[in-house]
RNA sequence: GGCCUGUUGGUGAAGCGGUCUAACACAUCGCCCUCUCAAGGCGACAUUCACGGGUUCAAAUCCCGUACAGGCUACCA
């Protein structure tokens, strides 16, 4: 069979061979030791967290070494393609100001590029072609009923599925056959032409894994479809190839496949590039199983979740790096306040098995960085934040900016020797500080007494109120009040003996915050009067006795 | 079904033949502090590393089986 007759029957029309390509993507001109990595989504509009654990690995990598970090969509499939789904993809990376060096929408570009899979067509095809012509790979006209017959002989037979060996019934067509075919317009997909024996094992290097058993790969699987774009795999093998890609890090669900890479990789006479496979995020779904996470059931794990809650983009890198690299939490924990573009992220401190998801750990995370913030840093952040989400309540936090930087002191605890960390992100702040907002009505506690004494202790205190008093008169005032009804104010005392009293100042306290706040638990009290003014707070504490 | 990967506490996880009655962190619980909450301080929390065999003076660590989990087995990535 003379096969490059055969590659011309099926690519008559290619402008250059695959020369002009190397020539055009030349080697980089990069220091030495520095890695090129890239992060390479599909345009399916949703990216969640386990896109961002990948990405933030690759950018660690490249940018720790001097080296590039760069984007490409591969949007293969039509399929799955959905319309804005790149501009997601890049104001989510911006959002976490995850930098890239070139690619799709970046400027500049670079010089690598196209950087959509689409675009590149060509590209594929012309490399496909020589393929052909050295018998490495072959048209293949089966359709869909066609494949799926022989899968379902393979399964009546118990023999492996997939089209391969004596199953591959275009492999040895001969050029006649093809012809035809093509004459009648049918339309075919480009196969390799595997030699593998899938009896062979050999073990490989991965960056993550150490030794991984790879088998020889016997299956000839697609490169280009039916219409005329490549497939993964093939694709992978030509671009990171043609891009310079030293490192491919992927997740781990490529290693099923990676020995069809390995064979591309050689039939082409490329140099291979070093592999690492990431483990896959997991969750513990309501059956209490865990399973990898999953866009369709996962809605919650999309990024722009935590973007609308309000998470500082930040603290969930922080958060990943803590999952992706085992040692990098010591180093923060010894080096609280650098940056964590200091660490020295490697990829054999990665984990090896599938790693669950844990909010608490990321709101732990958060409230510790957010505690670090100065009040600027925080109304910035918030600023920010209610423009985006709650442009109408601008002006009720930011038109008085005295009052919320009042508010924001004392929940932040500036003032105390130890900062409070109640704050995890900007929507469970504003829900935290409504209660001095009038605007919004916030849920109210229960009472835990009759009403009777409720309405004894808010009268007697409204009475003796003073919003001149300081603290300690203030609480001497409580205390007064609640002795009054047979609570007592030595806490000591009544933790000693709780039976020999009604109880103590804490539920003195409890009600008068109940009345004023409408929660059980907030802050100091006094000064959360202080700030509310007098007005209010009485009017508050009045309201509270009309309700009885 | 076949192939690959993994299995240390509620969670992340260190550990790479003796120093492991298993580091560290989160969570949880107790005490202290305290007008509540949070924070903070102190303390508790795997005699045991999925299970069963084996190698060895010695195994979470090496070997072999089994079980379980995840992935791949698409003209999806």
């Given at each position: 069979m003379d096969y490059q007759k055969l590659a011309d029957l099926i690519y008559p029309n290619l402008e250059h061979d695959t020369q002009y390509y190397e020539d055009m993507f030349p080697e980089r001109d990069l220091p030495k030791g520095a890695q090129v990595l890239r992060t390479a989504p599909s345009p399916t509009g949703f990216i969640h967290l386990g896109n961002l654990y990948g990405a933030l690995a690759d950018e660690r990598v490249a940018h720790q070494s001097n080296g590039v970090f760069y984007l490409r969509i591969e949007d293969t499939d039509l399929k799955r393609k959905v319309d804005g789904a790149v501009e997601t993809i890049i104001s989510v990376f911006d959002y976490f100001k995850i930098r890239f060096d070139e690619g799709a929408e970046v400027e500049p570009m670079g010089k690598y590029g196209p950087y959509y899979q689409r675009q590149r067509a060509e590209i594929y095809q012309t490399y496909a072609k020589k393929l052909i012509s050295e018998g490495k790979a072959y048209p293949c006209f089966c359709t869909e009923e066609e494949l799926n017959e022989i899968r379902e002989k393979q399964t009546a037979l118990n023999v492996g599925t997939g089209?391969?060996?004596?199953?591959?019934?275009?492999?040895?067509?001969?050029y006649e056959q093809v012809e035809e075919r093509i004459k009648n317009g049918e339309p075919f997909v480009i196969r390799m032409r595997a030699m593998g024996n899938p009896e062979i094992k050999h073990t490989v290097h991965d960056e993550i894994k150490g030794d991984v058993v790879v088998t020889e790969n016997n299956m000839d699987a697609v490169l280009i479809k039916n219409d005329g774009i490549p497939t993964y795999h093939f694709a992978h093998a030509i671009d990171d190839h043609l891009m310079h890609t030293t490192i491919v890090l992927r997740g781990e669900e490529w290693l099923g496949t990676w020995n069809i890479h390995l064979e591309l990789f050689n039939m082409l006479g490329f140099k291979l590039p070093k592999y690492a496979h990431t483990t896959v995020l997991m969750k513990i779904d309501e059956t209490g199983t865990k399973r990898k996470l999953s866009k369709r059931k996962d809605p919650e794990l999309s990024l722009d979740y935590y973007r609308q809650l309000g998470y500082h983009p930040y603290a969930i890198k922080i958060y990943l790096l803590t999952i992706l690299n085992w040692n990098f939490e010591e180093w923060y924990l010894k080096n609280p306040d650098a940056d964590i573009e200091t660490f020295k992220f490697s990829l054999d401190k990665m984990g090896q098995s599938g790693t669950l998801f844990d909010l608490e750990k990321l709101n732990n995370i958060c409230k510790t960085y957010l505690s670090k913030f100065s009040l600027e840093e925080m109304k910035d952040y918030l600023r920010e934040f209610v423009k985006t989400y709650h442009k109408d309540d601008y002006d009720i936090y930011f038109g008085n900016e005295e009052k919320l930087d009042k508010i924001l002191t004392l929940g932040m605890g500036l003032n105390l020797k130890k900062r409070r960390k109640d704050y995890i992100n900007a929507s469970q702040i504003l829900e935290s500080i409504?209660?001095?907002?009038?605007?919004f009505k916030s849920q109210k506690d229960e009472y835990r007494f009759d009403n009777e004494l409720v309405k004894n202790v808010l009268a007697d205190f409204f009475s003796s109120y003073k919003y001149a008093d300081d603290n300690n008169t203030w609480f001497e005032k409580v205390k007064t009040i609640g002795e009054k009804y047979g609570f007592t104010g030595d806490m000591k005392a009544y933790r000693a003996n709780p039976e020999q009293f009604k109880g103590s100042v804490s539920d003195i306290a409890e009600i008068i915050r109940i009345a004023v706040t409408g929660q059980k638990n907030t802050p100091d009290l006094w000064t959360i009067m202080q700030i509310l003014g007098e007005d209010t707070s009485l009017r508050r504490i009045n309201d509270a006795l009309k309700e009885l």
């Open positions: 089209y391969y060996g004596e199953w591959a019934i275009w492999r040895n067509a001969t409504a209660l001095y907002y009038d605007e």
